[in-house]
């Protein structure tokens, strides 16, 4: 799904929200410079999201991105319980 907001026919609309976003992000780097990362992560997110959902995220705190943060480290835990359950030894398994 992501990847067709890069195609020549959908890069338009995507600079749109590129645009717009980008206004903030510097107003909100002059406002707070040491903010850098959280600002650059709340921009790239909100393009994304403008983009495919609709939804613009004006903080990292808004419900939508809350939520998808909570789905995304319960899939990364769920994903890495096979690494802690069972060990790999480097060693071959002997019936």
């Known amino acids: 799904m992501y990847h067709t907001l890069l195609s020549p026919q959908q890069s338009s609309s995507v600079q749109t929200y590129q645009d717009q976003e980008s206004k903030v992000l510097l107003q909100t780097l002059l406002d707070n410079p040491n903010g850098f990362l959280k600002a650059t992560e709340r921009f790239a997110l909100s393009v994304i999201f403008s983009a495919v959902y609709g939804i613009r995220l004006a903080t990292l705190e808004h419900p939508v991105i809350v939520e998808f943060y909570r789905i995304w480290e319960t899939l990364l835990l769920s ?10 030894s480097g060693q071959p398994h002997k019936a």
Not at 79 to 88: K, L, R
Request: glycine share 0%; no cysteine; charged share 0%.
């Open 79 to 88: 994903t890495s319980v096979v690494t802690t359950v069972a060990p790999f």
